[in-house]
């Protein structure tokens, strides 16, 4: 038997990760609650179970007297005797107490506790686990549609994609592989509680870092994103090192390493933005694809003014104003985009009311 409860305690370290001290400790403590349970509640008893051979003990304390009134702490000179020949009245003995002499109520509190304690340490390992996690992509595989959520088994633990962290272009179906950025853990007497999402803007970010081993090692940094989720996404890239390309690495052999990206995001366009310390080129970088003829930028007020043909100025603005406003979020910068002609004909309004003002002087 005590054989069987170490390999016992070696399987559950091995498959579950909860650590045999523990599962120790937990023993010992239910074999105290079973003696309290059984012979009344009494501070005077230890219980130790041997870490090697997986033998126990319970040890009580009873004081030596003439007529025994509680078992549990007293024993009487006869029964003392037994054990040492010298107990007189007034001597405290150590009383090696059977298990077996339990009742089955106390015998099965005792195993109660120890499996209370299993699944207590099976909980916090997963919480562990995958709070170690948190901000960080994870693999699931799509369980079920419940209504607008999505059920998603993570592995050791289970998450649900809530509707408002979904992208709405995307469909998935079940045992279907999916990755997710897991935005909160929190621990829950149920377990822990793992909220992930598709939509938010860092699951782009990790996924270049798992893509990308210079993003990964540190010598491509991403220093911002910016996302429409299942539409566009725009990242700032900049290079610790002069000798690599932060562009090129991102976007790999033919493509190889963003395609790969925007496969997992479902065709969701990424722009590679070259961070620049000039407002002006990095405002012109961040309106790729479009092309741009002039920008004139406010460090301090934080605005620019763009000028684009005027056969850019729609892909340059995008659709719903998306291209736009992906890149005013990249940049920090609220931008003005205006075409050539439209640029042209406020620069002859001016021009006419500053004519008209030396007139009038």
Known sequence: MNKELIESLNILEKEKDINKEVMFEAIENSLLMAYKNHFGKCDNVVATVDRETGDYKI??????????????????????????????????????????????????????????????????????????????????????????????NLGKADAVL???????????????????????????????????????????????????????????????????????SKITVKSNNKDVDPLGACVGINGSRVNAIVNELRGEKIDIVPYSDNAAVYVENALSPAKVISVIADDELKTAKVVVPDYQLSLAIGKEGINAKLAAKLTGFKIDIKSESQAKALKNQENENIDEENIEE
């Open 162 to 232: 809530m509707e408002s962290e979904q992208v709405k272009t995307e469909v998935f179906t079940p045992t279907e592989r999916i990755k997710l950025y897991v935005t909160e853990v929190k621990e829950t007497p149920r377990g822990p509680k793992i909220n992930v999402s598709r939509s938010h803007p860092e699951l782009v970010k990790r996924l270049f870092e798992a893509e990308v081993a210079e993003v990964r090692d540190g010598t491509v940094e991403i220093l911002n994103v910016s996302r429409e989720a299942g539409i566009r």
């Open 59 to 152: 040890i009580a304390d009873k004081e030596v007297v003439e007529t025994v009134e509680d078992a549990s702490c007293q024993i009487s000179v006869e029964a003392a005797r037994e054990i040492s020949a010298r107990a007189d009245i007034g001597d405290i003995v150590k009383v090696d107490v059977k298990s077996k002499e339990f009742s089955r109520i106390a015998t099965q509190t005792a195993k109660n506790i120890i499996l209370q304690k299993i699944r207590e340490e099976e909980r916090k390992v997963v919480f562990e686990q995958y709070y170690a996690k948190e901000k960080d992509i994870v693999t699931g595989i799509v369980q079920r549609i419940n209504g607008k959520n999505i059920s998603i």
